[in-house]
């Protein structure tokens, strides 16, 4: 775990929140696995409000040098994933996030309280 990822993980999080996500999480993954440091979770209500959350997140992610690595699922997903290099954000669909429940799956995982607002 670096402060980097931290402080990358915290605004990914603060974006989504700007944009109206819900239930934003971000759990700490870096002593459970080496795949990623972190996971921000977050939802939306419908298919568009999804997508304008991805569109804002990889805007604003960029414009702060935070380019990712990889996208799946930005055209026209429920589930949209986002690897930084470090912070994996999942943006779902309401009902999809409920159906894969990732905070279930990793429950061991620390969450991170986020100031978000």
Request: proline fraction near 2%; hydrophobic fraction near 40%; charge should be negative.
């Amino acid at each position: 775990m670096s402060k980097e990822t931290l402080s990358m993980a915290r605004e990914a999080a603060r974006i989504l929140s700007d944009k109206k996500a819900e239930d934003i999480q971000v759990l700490d993954l870096s002593k459970l696995t080496v795949i990623t440091d972190y996971f921000v979770i977050a939802s939306g209500n419908s298919d568009r409000q999804v997508q304008a959350l991805y569109e804002e997140l990889e805007e604003k992610m960029e414009a702060k040098g935070y380019t990712p690595l990889y996208k799946e699922g930005h055209r026209g997903s429920r589930w949209i994933v986002m690897d930084f290099n470090g912070v994996i954000v999942h943006l779902f669909y309401r009902e999809t996030r409920e159906f894969y429940s990732l905070e279930r799956l990793w429950a061991d995982a620390e969450r991170i309280p986020v100031a978000i607002g």
